[in-house]
């Protein structure tokens, strides 16, 4: 598994795409209004959207997001990073903002690799050398 | 050296900014190259003259020449010797004025005209620290024109790091470099 983050339009997809060589079939686009686990694609893009879609569903999104590692140890998730601004005044962009923090720590931990996007520059934060190595 | 340099807001960027664009203005042998400040937001109230009379004194005896430029950044090649050292502080400030028109219309091509003149600014001078904010990790969903400006700036900022030889992050006394680690050699002291 393979994690991308960083702010908005920093990059990320279109780093994962050059880099692994991706076509549009192959990403699967998160909704905020859809709950399904996101599987069957190479890429999931936007995993935070699919978290804010299970808020809205009321749904436990540390356990949605447990068995999301666990049933998809080659996936490359892209997720944008909401962890640096104000604290919403609404509970479920509250909710939001923490449950993201805490899938990402979850992923990362778990993911061979780790890429944070700054203005279009990746830098690596973890890797175990295999498929992305310190030089991106 | 072309450094990009950006982060969080008030966090002590452009104070740094200013030391790297004096500093390549000083080479070897005791020359010194002409400093230039190029300054990108149009005061329009007296909180507005404040901050800017704050910022001129701590510029107060560094040697920076003060060139005001609020649109058309290219216009700065006409004014300035391309041989010097520029700081241009900052992105975000240049993008609300042409974005954000003073008769009250929005510019949405704002982005693609800074892009082309920062584009021929970089592609004419040697040296230049170019300030900007990282405005991209909220968590709130951002009423449509606010949300043109952050795609916007992160358009422009994205080129700017791509032409750049550094690109930084400057948080309060830590600056991480994401780009140029083996051109950058600069004591991490903000």
């Known amino acids: ?136 | 050296m072309k450094v990009f340099v950006s982060g969080g807001c008030k966090n002590g960027k452009s104070f740094y900014a200013q030391r790297l664009a004096k500093d390549a203005a000083h080479i070897d042998g005791g020359i010194s190259l002409p400093l230039y400040y190029i300054a990108t937001m149009r005061p329009v109230d007296s909180e507005d003259d404040a901050r800017i009379a704050r910022h001129i004194d701590e510029r107060d005896g560094w040697g920076f020449a003060t060139v005001e430029q609020y649109e058309r950044i290219e216009e700065i090649l006409l004014k300035c010797d391309c041989g010097g050292s520029f700081l241009l502080d900052s992105l975000t400030a240049l993008l609300a004025e042409e974005m954000f028109r003073p008769d009250g219309r929005v510019d949405e091509q704002a982005a693609v005209r800074i892009v082309q003149g920062l584009t021929e600014i970089l592609d004419s001078v040697s040296n230049i620290v170019i300030v900007s904010d990282y405005i991209y990790s909220d968590a709130a969903v951002f009423d449509p024109l606010t949300e043109l400006y952050r795609k916007s700036l992160a358009m422009i900022d994205r080129v700017a790091a791509e032409m750049c030889d550094v690109v930084l992050e400057v948080a309060y006394a830590g600056v991480t470099v994401h780009k140029g680690k083996d051109v950058f050699r600069h004591e991490a002291c903000v």
Request: charged content about 25%; overall charge negative.
């Open chain 1, 1 to 136: 598994m393979i994690l991308i983050f960083g702010g908005a339009y920093q990059g990320k997809l279109d780093y994962a795409v050059e880099r692994f060589r991706l076509s549009e079939e192959d990403i699967y686009h998160c909704s905020e209004d859809d709950a399904q686990m996101p599987t069957g694609k190479k890429l999931i893009y936007e995993l935070d959207k699919w978290i804010l879609a299970m808020l809205k569903a009321d749904a436990c999104t540390a356990s949605a997001v447990k068995r999301l590692i666990e049933d998809n140890k080659d996936v490359i998730i892209v997720c944008n990073d909401v962890s640096c601004g104000i604290v919403p005044i609404d509970p479920v962009m509250r909710a939001w903002r923490e449950a993201v923090g805490r899938a990402l720590a979850a992923i990362a931990g778990e993911a061979c690799a780790v890429v944070r996007l700054f203005c279009g520059v990746a830098t690596v934060i973890k890797s175990d050398g295999g498929l992305i190595t310190d030089e991106c």
